[in-house]
């Protein structure tokens, strides 16, 4: 499957003429990450990710329909570090929002995001013993779906009033400019 995605992911930014040097896969998990070297990685992004996107959705379809799958393979198009900077920023908010949870009981909903974005939030705090004492969730439809984070044993809530979810301010949780 390496050599399928390195030759169509090629072949896609041949014909989309985006320069590139290297394709590169490597299995993390269950998630196939597609790093690709360019001598311009900002043509490949595109405007907060949109060209990124594109291709990575091109290639799940094209790798899907070559391999008769029932589901796309779960792949991560990046270039330059750009997606592991975003998950990285991801995490950091999610533990600072975290540590405002515990600090008040409350919970807290991040910023609607993308489904991948999603999965990274649940993924870290379920998989990091520090945060072992907190729950995520997820509410909401389509593209205003979000995550809540509360603490797992509610009861040691500080009052009734501050353990109503707090619902975020939009442009102050860093989360405004994701692209996936």
Known sequence: MEKMIIDTLGQLLTFLQIPFTAIEVKQEGDIQRVNVTCPEPSRLIGWHGETLNAVQHL?????????????????????????LMQEDKVRKIAEAKADFVRRTGARVTLSPMSPYFRRIVHMHVSNTPALSDLATESIG????????????????????????????????????????
Do not use: C, H
Request: no cysteine; net charge negative; proline share 3%.
């Open 59 to 83: 290639l799940k379809s094209v790798i899907r329909s070559m391999t008769k799958s029932e589901r796309a393979p779960f792949l991560v198009v990046d270039v330059d570090g750009y997606r």
């Open 141 to 180: 439809e389509g593209d205003y779906r979000q995550i809540v984070i509360r603490l797992k044993d509610e009861s040691v809530a500080r009052s009734t009033e501050t353990s109503e979810e707090l619902s975020p301010v939009m442009a102050s949780d860093g989360l405004e400019n994701l692209d996936i």
